[in-house]
Each structure stands twice: as structure tokens, then as C-alpha cells.
């Protein structure tokens, strides 16, 4: 029975075509390898540096880039910024990852119950969409990351928290498209549950446009973690995370610009990367480009 | 078409009455409170606290001070500031010319450039020019924009003194040119992403009308290029260029709130960080309803346009 | 550079106030700072001062709840009955003369107060000031509608009596030395504009405020600046200069870039940060100094915390802290090393106390004897109580968060935890601080309020919030014995026996060690060159104290 209602799927999201156009995508290939390197030094790069990213050294404060064994430079405690950075690295995107798969889970959620149900439940689930994107994203996390004890868990909650409302929107739309084809008034037909229906039918079919999303969920959490923490809201020290560390940076602007050249430019690369990625997927997967 | 209206207005109207209930909740939510501000003071004692607390009429239950704060506004009372005690819609007022001029110059900036780059992109399709500017917007939407706001205060202002670190403009100078000496790096800094966003609109739509059969009439009839491109191109993306700056609107509020924060321009993101730091209750809630209103109104707008474009939608 | 200075202004003013005490009327002695020398009558207000804030004054009815950086415009529209000067000493301004108990302007109980006025003070719209105006200050404050700044003092007063249109009277419920001095920081307001007002919160006054001072109000651009013009009918001396400017520059990097690229004539509150006091110092056509502020930086414990509730491991923790390394390398040599609240320059200040000594074998032997035995984690425990707690400051404070991470890499190496958890202002300063809801907290505080010694409001034990207490004794330390000095102190009006109270009781704290103290302010001031007749002065918190006799050199 299953048989007939997967013939009647359409392909997967994921073949051998889109395979191929993704790998032709000079700029996605571009930002996977940078990823890859990037992701790659944050793990390995502190145990081959000689210095820890907590040492405190004040005699070595202020150290430009290349002196001695602190390629980077130092920060105003004397601490090595390149340990910093690679340390930092980890936490960035350990939170920009988290944080899009807990917003993608829940706008996934919403979207594909507003859509599939529709009705009072669509209807009161999109608007309150609305009433969140109506917000200024940025007084939401404000507000929430003040509300609450600031530690990465928390920082990525309230990111994923104020970011679901894109997935959720995508979502709904693509599912309310989807819910009237062939292969769903089948499934209904042969009497699958509805959450069978959602889940293992519609769901396999929105793929497309979900991981596009998430990509590109990715590069704006790491921004928003970033722009938090340099506020100081966010990330709290000792833990560097990019954004901290550029926290105090415009103080010594003048004096050490590399201590806010070097992890900007590091957030850069990386949202540029998940950028260049997410654009090849959206080429791979034929999706409608229209959320920049 | 007047039921559609009036369906879209209340939908409206629940939307904004969300937006407050929640805005309301999640500010409350936030311990301190406008009366932190006085927290180091050796001689704002307890006594003096729990006063002004309640002449503040802040304890009061949180549902009390909701209804009375909305009950004024559907009356047209936005309050006061908690700071300076000015009505709220003065004090956004006073902050909104500045936010203006700023996305003003920068909207201007990023359209004429945007424009270029894009119509230059789908003429040289696939030339080095056209990937460079793809690439290039692909970054400038990745850069943080605090940091860049940075690194372009330290170029140059800090290494080669050429433009101001910060301000609107100097004291005792009002002139125009004083003016546009400051606007410089900030409105260059908030048009980046948009020069992105707009050169690919604009590549697109180009390559739209490019592949449209009275453009090929047109290089028939012996036009030339440059003239087949500025009549219909711009001509055809106009309305949209006008849509794209009307999108803009809503996001008066927070489009600008980090490059005025790194340029201390004082605009409207500059007082919503500010009246958020203490707390400013009445000028915080009149600042996102404003900002609310302005989203369901270009909504609105839109719609009616679209329905009476497409009469289908107008029957459903 | 900070000792050379600190020396001289204490020999004088210990001077001043000796003299005083020793004299009663000695302050007429004193050269009067704001009467108007013969020399300046002739001279036109010219040219244009732009001060520098990083904070935005917004609140201009100055008995309202305000916060420091309005302090600054207050001074220059206003005065107050007296005006203390940089020494710490009294003087008239809207008074004629001081009271004391020895001119016989305060009774011998402390209870009855006379003031005598000048007479020939006119408001900014060229009314007269008169006792009346006195009258209906001191009963707006009161006023349970208004929404007034501190009410402490003013709640005593009972009966106020305007005898004659220079003189007037009150009593006071109970003796209240510290009065006096927060008269100092009363600015009078007109009767005449504000009592037809139905609600003095609302008034227009608040948005264009009518003085005696030395400028009148010309303008405000909200967000920006505002704009102050000369008073040329003011009373005392000067002003000099035409136009007084007050802009806010939310950034302390732009600020000081303001500074040096000279759009700012004058850095007033938060002033030049500490990292830019080199360049600043060497800047040409710039005149920066240290000031000593009159705020003290240092560690706040919460008491009431079983970690802290032994005596011996607030010892502990004072001797790992390395302060000097602190304040030479994070602060770049900026903040001034002292072991008590009170500022070394008031009259009051201990010199005796024992200093403390950076040294990480003593903390550990503290913590040995007193019982406190490492864990298997390297913490050290005693009855279950892990040595291990929070600190929390302002989010965003770079060097604060420098010094945090500092020192909990010094605490570790003593066994002791120390996490970090700050919080954005709105939210540390609240309730957070006021209901003592921390481990610990970084803060940088004032004792005095208007330069009175009186620490009644941070140290007494009925001034702890979080037992209902009435003031700001945030870390619930509690002394019988230090409370009895306290009242005491308030209840003495004669300078030298205040001294020995406040001396002891500034022994015991030390002692005790409350709060550990990181250093003491200091503040960088710059202006131009060429600006004249500018002088600091600790005992307010504006460096705009006295615009008046602001002048461009010619």
C-alpha cells in the first residue's frame, strides 16, 4: 500500500540532479570548503597552539599580531587571540547551528500543522506568526537574553525563539500547496493518520525550501549571537565567542584594531560561507529565491 | 470591496492588539525596571523607590496598567516619557527626521548604485564584472554591520581623519554641506545590504525584460542598446523600486537601529536602545506600536493594491 | 602625578574646614567664590562652550528623580541656597550667609533653622526671588503628588516660616547634621510659574526651565544637545561665556575622538576613559588632568551568603587581590589605591588604616586556619559550603569584565570559585542590587550623599532593603556598634567630632571588610586650552559645576 503512495511521490528532494548542479556551484563548493577549514581549525587549532585561551598574562597585553608565538596578537589580558578565536569559533557556531535547528524544528512544526489544518488553528498560528514578525527582532532577543540568565544554552533559545517565524512561513505555504496533490488524497484515501500524512508525506516534500531556510538561518544566528554579545548581552566572559570578543574592541580602536578586525573578519567568512551554500542549495533544489 | 476592507482592517486590528499584549508582557518581563537608573544613588532610598513606584503607577497589577495604557491610546494619549516627561509622540517625533535622513541618503545611494550594478550584471551576463558583483553582494550581506560601521570609523576616521567618528553635525554648524560631511559613512554603511539586495532585483528584472519580445522589436527597429534599456528597463522595474523603498518604511524603526548605534546618530534605533537602557516604558510600547501600525498599514496598502490589480482575490 | 595633587587639595581644605570649625563664620573668611569681583562687571559674555556627555540629560526640573549627567545643566540654570566649593566647604549663594550654630542660623538642639536671603536675585523672566520661592521648594519636595528626587532631609522639615522677603525659618522633626549639605544640592524653583500648575510632573517648566543661575534656557534638540544662553542680569560672577552647549555622545570612544578632533571644548561625565589618558595627556592645545572622583570601585559581598558569612574568607579575598596590577595595567595607571569609602579628599577621610598586601600564601594560611579545606575539585568547602560564587557587574563594562576575569584567575589559584554573570544595567541596578539578590557584584559607589560623611544609607543596619530596611545597604552588612556612630554622626554638627566618629567608624569597616575595595576614582578630565576659570570639584558629580566663570582666554 505504502508502495503505491511512495510511486506516487514526487522525486526526492535530495537525487543525483540536484546533486550535481549543488557540486557545479562554484560559490557553494566556495563555502563548504571554507566551512569545512573553518570548522576544522576551531576544533584542532587550540591544541596546536602553545597558548590556552583563558591565560591571563598582563605583562603580554596589547601584543600586535606576529609577536612571538601569538600570531594573532594578544587582547587586553594578555591572552592569546588566536586561542581565543578558535575557542570562540566553537561556541559561534555550536550556536548558530543549534540555534537553526531549534527554530527550523519549531517554524517546521507550526507551518506544517497551520498548513495541513488550516482553519481557526492555521489562522490563529499564522497571525500570531504576524504579530512576531512584526516585532523588531532585535527587542525580542534584547529583551529576552535581559529576562533571562545569559549562558550559550539560553543565548541559543532566544535566537531560535525570535528566528522560527521565516521556516514557519515557508513552510505553511508549501505545505498549504501540497495538501491538495494526488499523493496526499491518496494517502487520505488509504486511511494514513493525519499525522502519518504530515510527517512522512507532505513533509519529505517541503524538504527543498526547509533546508534552504535553515541555511541561511544559520549565517543570521551567528550574526544575531554576534550583535548580542557585543552588546554584551549574550555570550558572558570568560567564554570568548566572536561577538564578545569584539565587545570592548571599539575602545581600542585606535590603539589595537586587530582585536576588532580579527573576529569580525571571522564573522564574515562564516556567514558568507553558510550564505554562498544556501544560494547553491536554492539553485540545486530549484527554490524560489525571494528571502534575502 | 468593502468587506474585503473591513475583513483586512480588523485582521488589523488584532494583529496590532497581539503585537501590544505581547510587547507589554516581554517588557515587564525584564526585572529592573525604569527605576534602576537609580539603584547607585546613596540618597534614593527605599522609601524613595517604592514612591516614585507608585506615583509611576508601576505597582499596580500588570493587566491594570495594560488596560489603562491601551484604554489612553485608543483615545489618542500615548503617554509620557518616563525621562523627560515629554509626550511620547513628540519624543518620536523628534527622532524620526534624523532615522529619515539617514535611510533617506542611504536608500538614494543603494538604488543608484544598485541600479548600475544590476542593469551592468545582466547585460555582461556571466562576464567577471557580473560575477565579481555577485560574490561581492553575497559578502556585504554576510558583514556584520556594527563591525563594518567599525572598521570604517577606524579607516577613516581614526587613521586618516578624512570623515566624523559620530554625530548628525558639528554644534554651531548647521550647514547643508556639515550635514552631508556626517552622512557620508553611516548612510554609505546602511545602504550596503540594500545595494545587495537591490542589484540582484535589479539583475533579474533586467534579464526579464532583456529576454521579452518588445525589447527584441525594439533592437529591430535599430534602437539603440542604451536606449532600449533605460526606457523599458527602469521604466519597468520602477514600480517596484518605488514598492522596495515603501518596504522599507516599517523598518524605520530598527533598519537603522545598529548604524546609529555605532555612528551615535540620534535617531529613532538610538532612542529605542536608550528608552529600552532605562526602561522607558511608555516610550518603548509607543515605539513598537508605531512601528506596528506602520507594518499593517503598508500591508494594507498592498493589499488593496494587489485586489484591485487581480479582482480574483477580491472574490475570495 | 595623582599624590602630588591629592596632597595639596587636602592640606587646604583641611585648612578650610579647620578654620571653619574653629571659627564658626570662618567661611566669610574664605574668599567667596561666587561673589562678583569688581574687575568682571564690565565684561560681554562671548564666545561658546560645548560640553561633552555620555549620558543624556533629560530631566530639567531639578527636584525631580534625576540621575547625575543632568546635575550638569541643574548647575548652571539654578542655584541653591548654598553651593559646596571644590575644598568641601559651604558657601552662600541664594543665602546670604551659612548657618551655623555659632552665627546662631541653627539652634543648639539642631532644630531650628533661619536662613537669611540675598535680596537682589531675580529669576530668568525678571521676577524677584524671595523667601517665598524657598517656601515652596522645600514643599513641592514633600509633595506626595510630585515625583521628587530624594526626600531624605526635606521629610524632617516642619513649620517653614517666610519672616520677611530675605529671611526665612523651619524646624526640623529631629537633628539632621547632613541637611545642610543637601540644601547644597536643592535648586530653588520659581513659585510664580509652577504653583498654577495642577500637576507638577507635567509641567511646562519641566521642558523649558526658569532659573536664577547663570544661564537662561534656549533650546533642546532631543537626543542631540541643548543649548543654554548667558544670564547677564546673574547675581554672582560672571558668566563669560555667551553660549553653553550640552551634547550627548552615547559612545566613550567618540567622545573622546570629539574631543581630540575638537568639536568638544570641555569631557564631563563618564569623562576620558582610562585607556586614552596617555594619548590624551600628550594631545597639543589640550588640557587634561586626573581629578579624584569621589566614587569608590570595589567588591560588593552579599553577607547574608553562607560563603561570606565568615570574616575570614572576606580577608582571604581582599589579600588575593592584586590592586596594583589592576589599576596599573587594566586601568593604565587611572584610580587611586585606598582602603575606605570616604574619599581622601573629604575632611573626614582615616589615613591610619592598615593597608592591605597583595599575597597569596597569607590568603591560602586565612583560609587554612579558618577551616576552609580544598575539595577533590580544588575548591576549597567548610560544613558544606563550597567556596564558590557569582559575581555580577553592568554587561558591556569592558573593564570591569577585564577585572572580573583577572581576578577569578588569582581566586582559583587560593581554591576559591569565582563565575561570571553580568546583566545589562536596567537589570543589575534594580531590584537585582537594591533587594541584595547577588553573590557579589562589581560596582563603583558613592557613599556620601552631597559630600556629608554620613554613611547611614550603605552601612546602617536599618538600611538594608532586603529586610525592609529603608536605604541602600545593598550588602547587609550590619554593626551595632558602627550603627551607633551613625546616628550619632548624624545628630553632631561640629566638624572635628564628627571627625573622630566617622574616623572609627571607617576603622571598623576596614575590619570588617563589607565590601573589598579595588581603588578609589579617578577621574580624566580635558578641555582646551585657553578655557579659563575652570576648577574641578569632587564634592558634585558634574564637572559643569561652576560654567559661570568659564572663559575664553583673549
Known sequence: MTAIVANSRQERWWNSRTAHRFMSHHLALIGMVMIAVLTLACVLGPYLLPYDSL?????????PPFTGHHYLGTDPLGRDLAARLFMAGRISLLVGFSAMLLSTLIGTLVGVLAGYRGGWLGTTLMRTVDGFLSFPSIFLVLALSAALKPSPMMITVVIAATSWMEVARIVEAEVRSLREREFVQAGRMLGLSGTHIMFREILPNAMGPIIVAATLTVARAILMEAYVSFLGYGIQPPLPSWGNMLNGAQQYLGTAPWLAIIPGAAITIAVTSFNFIGDGLRDALDVRGDHT | MRGFLLNRLSQSLVLLLIVSVIGFVVLNLIPGGPLAQFGLDPSMTQDDLDRLREQLGLNRPLWMQYL???????????????RDGAPVLDVIGRHLVATLLLMGSSTVIAIAIGTWIGIRGATHRYSVFDYLATVGAMVALSIPTFWFGLVGIYVFSLRLGWLPAGNMYTIGDGSALNYLHHLIMPSIVLALVHVAIWSRYMRTATLDVISQEF????????????????????????????????????????????????????????????????????????LLMFSAILVVLCNLVADIVVAIIDPRIRLS | MTKDHTTTSTYSRRDALRLMAAGGVACFA?????????????????????????????????????????????????????????????????AAEVPTQKNGGISEDGLKWRVRLRDDVRWHDGKPFTAEDVKFTLELITNPKFRAWRTGGHSLVRDVTVVSPTEITWRMEEAFAPYLSFLAETFMVPKHILEKEADPNAAAFNQAPVGTGAFKWAQR????????????????????????????????TVLYTQFKSGDIDVVDQAYITADHYEEASKLPGRVVTLEPGASLESIYLNLEKPQFKDPAVRKALYAAMDRNAIIDAIYFGVGT????????????????????????????????????????????????????????TTAGNNLREQVQQFLQQTFAEIGVEMTISNLPAAVMWGEFWLKSQFDSAIAGVTYLIAADPDATNRLHTGAIAAKGGKGSNTGQYSNPEVDALLEKGA?????????????????????????????????VLGRKEGLEGFEPNANTRTASWHATTWRWQS
Open chain 3, 30 to 94: 574664605a574668599p567667596n567664590l561666587l561673589g562678583k569681583p569688581a574687575f568682571a562687571e564690565t565684561a560681554n559674555p562671548t564666545g561658546r562652550v560645548v560640553v561633552g556627555l555620555s549620558q543624556e540629560p533629560t530631566v530639567f526640573n531639578p527636584l525631580m528623580a534625576h540621575i547625575e549627567v543632568d546635575d550638569a545643566v541643574h548647575f548652571s540654570l539654578f542655584d541653591a541656597l548654598f553651593r559646596m566649593d571644590p575644598k568641601g566647604v559651604l558657601q552662600p549663594n541664594l
Open chain 2, 215 to 286: 525589447v527584441k522589436t525594439a533592437r529591430a527597429k535599430g534602437l539603440s542598446e542604451r536606449r532600449i534599456l533605460m526606457k523599458h528597463v527602469v521604466g519597468n522595474a520602477l514600480l517596484p523600486m518605488i514598492t522596495l523603498a515603501g518596504m522599507q518604511l516599517p523598518s524605520v524603526l530598527t533598519g537603522a537601529l545598529v548604524t546609529e548605534t555605532v555612528f551615535t546618530w540620534p535617531g529613532m534605533g538610538r532612542l529605542f536602545l536608550d528608552s529600552l537602557g532605562y526602561s522607558d516604558y511608555p516610550v518603548v510600547m509607543g
Open chain 1, 55 to 63: 591565560h591571563i598574562d598582563l605583562r603580554a597585553r596589547f601584543a
Open chain 3, 491 to 523: 545628630r553632631t554638627f561640629d566638624p572635628e567630632e564628627r571627625r573622630a566618629i566617622y574616623n572609627r567608624v571607617q576603622e571598623i569597616v576596614r575590619e570588617d571588610l563589607p565590601f573589598l575595595p579595588l581603588f578609589a576614582y579617578t577621574n
Open chain 3, 337 to 392: 589605591l585606598t582602603e575606605t569609602f570616604m574619599p581622601k579628599e573629604s575632611y573626614y577621610y582615616n589615613p591610619n588604616l592598615p593597608a592591605q598586601e597583595f599575597n597569596l600564601d597569607l590568603a591560602r594560611k586565612i583560609l587554612d586556619e579558618a577551616g576552609w579545606v580544598p575539595g577533590s575539585d580544588g575548591i576549597r568547602a567548610k560544613d558544606g559550603v563550597r567556596l564558590s560564587f557569582a559575581n555580577a
Open chain 3, 221 to 252: 534638540v532631543a537626543g542631540d544637545h541643548l543649548e543654554l544662553v548667558a544670564n547677564p542680569e546673574y547675581f554672582g560672577d560672571g558668566p563669560y561665556v555667551e553660549r553653553l552647549v550640552f551634547k550627548y555622545i552615547p559612545d566613550m
Open chain 2, 68 to 82: 489603562d495604557w491601551a484604554w489612553r491610546l485608543v483615545q489618542g494619549d500615548w503617554g509620557h516619557s518616563f
